[in-house]
């Protein structure tokens, strides 16, 4: 849904902005808020006077708002510190709207995924709206054909005694132009690249069309001029061609892009990220890489999970993370939270979780607000003797030296918890 002419408003998430009434409701009283912006319930909006707060939630992207108005919803740290925990977590980049946005120019190379999801993207395109056909030079052997190569038939033929092959060139229509090799040797790479799980089901199927209409096409790498052969696509055509060529060469040459928006950067589909989603992939997958060593498993508990009571399975617990030594010894719990304040609710989900698993400890993991520093903080014990910890770590400054700061805080408690 491209948006011509629209305002680009950029706010940090959990922020807030002010939008007059009128920029948001028309005459008639009717919403002018996009129904599929509603539906993905990213946005909190709160009356005032004469106008509407609108603050941003979990999510951060570039969202449309109405057919004027597009929300650039940036996070709070350094996009830098985004790719980092995308890289180290893992991002199946699904949540991708049919809007292409600009993002700025950085020399950190492209998450891999991401180029994969907006490849295919501009490639669904292009298979709806037909691959490019076009007439194209061919070298005959053999045979005469309307064109003879004096030359080459001479040195190649009439040289060594044979008066009747020629060289000829000939124009063919069909696929097999120099850009559907290029494309077709994008397919290829990005074949391999996808991952073989079910959410990618469709890119895989995307691309085994695309080269099975390509079959007759020899593929071919390309040089770096030929990232400007989109010119010579028909101008119906040229615009899915300039996309796919586009994420092919910042896949090849290592290019790379940032979040924030600029009006002259790099064109890409736009992709929406949960934080929250996000800050607990990367607290889970950085216990898993560090605690393997000491044979300590970090499970997720939404795919492990456990009992809230022991005579049914009415009220399933669902922890973000369990800390077990061996088949069935829990040795902590652990609830990942993306948010600035701690709630009542966050406290009595991880006591009750503890609590049903008999597990000797439960942290809660939060990242800090502006100006607190990285620590540990006790909560209390239980007459069980379960403790509790809540553990702020900061995701603003250099977030490699955070996430060992921090697993060297945890540590002692799963020592202590395994003797125990």
């Not at 709160?46 to 941003?56: P, R, S, Y």
């Not at 079959?215 to 010119?231: A, K, S």
């Not at 949960?274 to 795919?303: H, M, P, S, Y």
């Not at 977030?399 to 020592?415: G, H, N, T, V, Y």
């Given at each position: 849904?491209?948006?011509?002419?629209?305002?680009?408003?950029?706010?940090?998430?959990?922020?807030?902005?002010?939008?007059?009434r009128s920029e948001l409701v028309d005459h008639r009283g009717h919403s002018l808020i996009l129904p599929e912006t509603r539906e993905l319930k990213a946005l909190e909006f709160k009356d005032v006077a004469d106008g509407v707060n609108l603050m941003a939630l979990g999510l951060i992207g570039y969202l449309p708002l109405?057919?004027?108005?597009?929300?650039?919803?940036?996070?709070?740290?350094?996009?830098?510190?985004?790719?980092?925990m995308l890289e180290i977590g893992g991002e199946t980049y699904d949540r991708i709207l049919p809007t292409i946005r600009r993002y700025q120019t950085t020399d950190k190379p492209a998450p891999i995924q991401l180029?994969?999801?907006?490849?295919?993207?501009?490639?669904?395109?292009?298979?709806?709206?037909?691959?490019?056909?076009?007439?194209?030079?061919?070298?005959?052997?053999?045979?005469?054909?309307?064109?003879?190569?004096?030359?080459?038939?001479?040195?190649?033929?009439?040289?060594?005694?044979?008066?009747?092959?020629?060289?000829?060139?000939?124009?063919?229509?069909?696929?097999?132009?120099?850009?559907?090799?290029?494309?077709?040797?994008?397919?290829?790479?990005?074949?391999?690249?996808?991952?073989?799980?079910?959410?990618?089901?469709?890119?895989?199927?995307?691309?085994?069309?695309?080269?099975?209409?390509?079959?007759?096409?020899?593929?071919?790498?390309?040089?770096?001029?030929?990232?400007?052969?989109?010119?010579?696509?028909?101008?119906?055509?040229?615009?899915?061609?300039?996309?796919?060529?586009?994420?092919?060469?910042?896949?090849?040459?290592?290019?790379?892009?940032?979040?924030?928006?600029?009006?002259?950067?790099?064109?890409?589909?736009?992709?929406?990220?949960?934080?929250?989603?996000?800050?607990?992939?990367?607290?889970?997958?950085?216990?898993?890489?560090?605690?393997?060593?000491?044979?300590?498993?970090?499970?997720?508990?939404?795919?492990?999970?456990?009992?809230?009571?022991?005579?049914?399975?009415?009220?399933?617990?669902?922890?973000?993370?369990?800390?077990?030594?061996?088949?069935?010894?829990?040795?902590?719990?652990?609830?990942?939270?993306?948010?600035?304040?701690?709630?009542?609710?966050?406290?009595?989900?991880?006591?009750?979780?503890?609590?049903?698993?008999?597990?000797?400890?439960?942290?809660?993991?939060?990242?800090?607000?502006?100006?607190?520093?990285?620590?540990?903080?006790?909560?209390?014990?239980?007459?069980?003797?379960?403790?509790?910890?809540?553990?702020?770590?900061?995701?603003?400054?250099?977030?490699?030296?955070?996430?060992?700061?921090?697993?060297?805080?945890?540590?002692?408690?799963?020592?202590?918890?395994?003797?125990?």
């Amino acid at each position: 849904m491209p948006l011509p002419e629209t305002r680009i408003v950029e706010v940090e998430e959990r922020g807030r902005r002010y939008f007059a009434r009128s920029e948001l409701v028309d005459h008639r009283g009717h919403s002018l808020i996009l129904p599929e912006t509603r539906e993905l319930k990213a946005l909190e909006f709160k009356d005032v006077a004469d106008g509407v707060n609108l603050m941003a939630l979990g999510l951060i992207g570039y969202l449309p708002l109405t057919s004027s108005i597009t929300l650039n919803i940036v996070p709070k740290f350094p996009i830098e510190n985004l790719w980092t925990m995308l890289e180290i977590g893992g991002e199946t980049y699904d949540r991708i709207l049919p809007t292409i946005r600009r993002y700025q120019t950085t020399d950190k190379p492209a998450p891999i995924q991401l180029l994969a999801r907006s490849f295919c993207h501009y490639l669904r395109d292009a298979l709806s709206a037909g691959l490019e056909r076009s007439y194209y030079p061919r070298t005959v052997d053999g045979f005469y054909k309307p064109r003879v190569e004096f030359g080459q038939t001479i040195s190649r033929y009439l040289s060594r005694g044979n008066p009747i092959d020629t060289v000829s060139s000939v124009f063919e229509f069909g696929l097999d132009s120099p850009v559907n090799q290029i494309i077709k040797a994008a397919c290829l790479r990005f074949a391999r690249i996808i991952p073989p799980t079910k959410s990618w089901d469709e890119e895989r199927r995307l691309i085994q069309i695309a080269l099975d209409t390509l079959r007759r096409v020899n593929e071919r790498e390309p040089t770096g001029q030929d990232f400007f052969l989109d010119d010579t696509v028909s101008l119906r055509l040229r615009g899915n061609y300039e996309g796919l060529l586009r994420v092919y060469q910042l896949l090849l040459t290592g290019g790379g892009i940032a979040f924030t928006f600029e009006p002259s950067g790099k064109e890409l589909p736009s992709f929406l990220f949960d934080l929250e989603d996000i800050f607990e992939r990367f607290i889970r997958k950085t216990f898993i890489d560090a605690l393997r060593e000491q044979k300590i498993t970090v499970l997720d508990g939404n795919k492990h999970q456990g009992r809230l009571f022991e005579d049914n399975k009415t009220y399933p617990t669902k922890p973000d993370l369990i800390f077990r030594r061996g088949r069935k010894n829990v040795i902590g719990l652990g609830e990942v939270k993306y948010k600035p304040k701690i709630k009542e609710s966050d406290r009595y989900q991880i006591i009750s979780h503890v609590t049903a698993a008999n597990a000797p400890f439960g942290i809660l993991f939060s990242p800090t607000n502006e100006g607190e520093s990285q620590r540990m903080e006790r909560i209390g014990r239980l007459a069980t003797g379960a403790q509790f910890y809540h553990y702020r770590i900061d995701v603003r400054g250099d977030l490699i030296s955070a996430q060992a700061k921090m697993l060297a805080d945890i540590r002692p408690l799963l020592e202590n918890s395994t003797q125990g």
